[in-house]
C-alpha cells in the first residue's frame, strides 16, 4: 500500500516510489523490514538475473562453442524482437491484464512492412505501426471502456490479426520480399560490433520502459492499477486512459518488432509468430512481473527473455535434442517461478 500512498501524497518522502528496476516489490524494504523480508525481496527481483548468470557459466564450461562472440551475437539477435514484444507485454501484466495477440500481430506487422518497403524506409515502417496499433487500440478500449475481458477481446484480436495477415497473402501463398538496395533493409542487418539494429533497438526502448515505469506518474498509476483498480480510481487516477495506452503501446511494439524482423529476413513470413505470445508471458513472469499485477520491472523482463533464448541455444548445442524440449523447460521454469513468486510473497506478508 506504499505505492497508492505515496500517488495519493506525492509530496510525503516516507512514502517515495521505488527506487528504478525495483518496480512495487519494493514497497516494503526499506529501513523498517526485516532482513527475511528485504532478502524475499531481492530474490523477487533478481532471481532469474543469478539463474541467467549461472545457467552462462555452467554452459561457458560445459560447451566450448558457447562463449563465442557469433553465439553471442546469434543469441542476442534472436533474442530481441521476443525482448520487444514482451516489453509491451510486461506493461500490460503489471495493470492486471494480458494481451494474447501479440504473437499474430508480430507477424502481422512484418507482412505490413514488406509489403509498405516497395515505397520506401517512411512506409514500412509507418504502416506496420498504424495497423498494429489501431489493434492496440480497439484492444484497451474493449477492454477499459467497455468494460470485457482482456483474456477474450485479445483472443479475438489474435485471430483477427492472423485472418488479416491471411487475407492480405493469399492465404500464405503470396510472400512480399523487401528489396535488397532499399534502407529498410539495413534495419536488420550492421550495427555496433556487428551485433545488429534489432539489438539496439531493444535496448533503447527497455531504456525508455525503464524510465517510463519508474520515473514517471504514468508509471506509478499503472502500479497503482495492477494493485486495486478499485483503489486507484477512489484516488481519481486515470484507470481507463492507463489502460488503453499499455494496449496501444503492447500493439505498436509487437508491430514494431515484427517489421524490424521482416528488414532482417528480407520478407514478411506469414508462418512466425505462433505461440510468441505464450513465449512472451512466461519471459515477462519469469523476470519477476506478477501475473496479478501490481508489480514487476523491464529489467526482469529482459534478463527473462534472455534467460529463454539461453536455454534455447543449449538445447541446439546439444544436438540430440530437439527445439520442443525448449516449450518443456520454459514451462517448468515457468511453474517454478510462480510457485516461487507465492512463497516469497507469503514470506514478506509473514514478517
Not at 483477427?160 to 528489396?179: F, H, I, N, Q
Not at 486512459?241 to 514494431?256: E, I, M, Q
Request: with cysteine.
Amino acid at each position: 500500500m506504499n505505492l497508492i500512498s505515496s500517488l495519493a501524497s506525492p509530496g510525503s518522502s516516507a512514502t517515495s516510489p521505488a527506487p528504478a528496476g525495483n518496480g512495487a516489490a519494493a514497497d516494503r524494504t526499506g529501513a523498517g523490514a526485516s532482513g527475511r523480508e528485504r532478502l524475499a525481496a531481492l530474490l523477487q527481483r533478481q532471481g532469474v538475473l543469478a539463474v541467467l548468470l549461472l545457467v552462462v557459466l555452467i554452459a561457458s564450461f560445459v560447451y566450448p562453442t558457447f562463449a563465442t562472440l557469433d553465439n553471442a551475437r546469434g543469441v542476442t539477435v534472436q533474442a530481441s524482437f521476443l525482448a520487444i514484444v514482451a516489453l509491451g507485454m510486461t506493461l500490460v501484466i503489471i495493470t492486471g491484464g494480458i494481451d494474447l495477440s501479440v504473437g499474430s500481430v508480430f507477424a502481422l506487422g512484418g507482412v505490413l512492412a514488406a509489403w509498405a518497403s516497395q515505397w520506401g524506409v517512411l512506409p514500412a515502417l509507418l504502416v506496420p505501426l498504424v495497423v498494429c496499433g489501431a489493434i492496440g487500440m480497439v484492444n484497451g478500449l474493449l477492454i477499459a471502456r467497455a468494460g470485457m475481458a482482456p483474456f477474450i477481446v485479445t483472443l479475438a484480436s489474435l485471430l483477427g490479426a492472423r485472418g488479416l495477415l491471411l487475407a492480405l497473402t493469399d492465404e500464405g501463398a503470396t510472400t512480399y520480399l523487401v528489396p535488397k538496395d532499399s534502407a529498410f533493409a539495413t534495419l536488420g542487418q550492421g550495427g555496433v560490433g556487428g551485433f545488429g539494429h534489432p539489438i539496439l533497438a531493444a535496448l533503447v526502448l527497455f531504456g525508455i520502459g525503464g524510465l517510463l515505469l519508474q520515473r514517471t506518474s504514468f508509471g506509478q498509476t499503472l502500479f497503482a492499477v495492477g494493485g486495486s483498480t478499485d483503489a486507484a480510481t477512489l484516488m481519481g487516477l486515470p484507470v481507463a486512459r492507463a489502460k488503453v495506452t499499455v494496449y496501444l503501446l503492447s500493439g505498436l511494439l509487437a508491430g514494431f518488432a515484427g517489421a524490424v524482423n521482416a528488414a532482417r529476413l528480407s520478407s514478411g513470413v506469414t508462418i512466425i509468430g505462433t505461440g510468441m505470445e505464450l513465449d512472451a508471458i512466461a519471459a515477462v513472469v519469469i523476470g519477476g512481473t506478477l501475473l496479478v499485477g501490481g508489480a514487476g520491472s523491464v529489467s526482469g523482463t529482459l534478463w527473462g527473455v534472455l534467460l529463454l533464448a539461453v536455454i534455447q541455444n543449449l538445447i541446439n548445442q546439444i544436438g540430440s535434442l530437439n527445439s520442443s524440449y525448449q516449450s518443456v523447460v520454459s514451462g517448468g521454469f515457468l511453474i517454478l517461478v510462480v510457485v516461487a513468486q507465492r512463497y516469497l510473497s507469503r514470506s514478506r506478508k509473514s514478517t
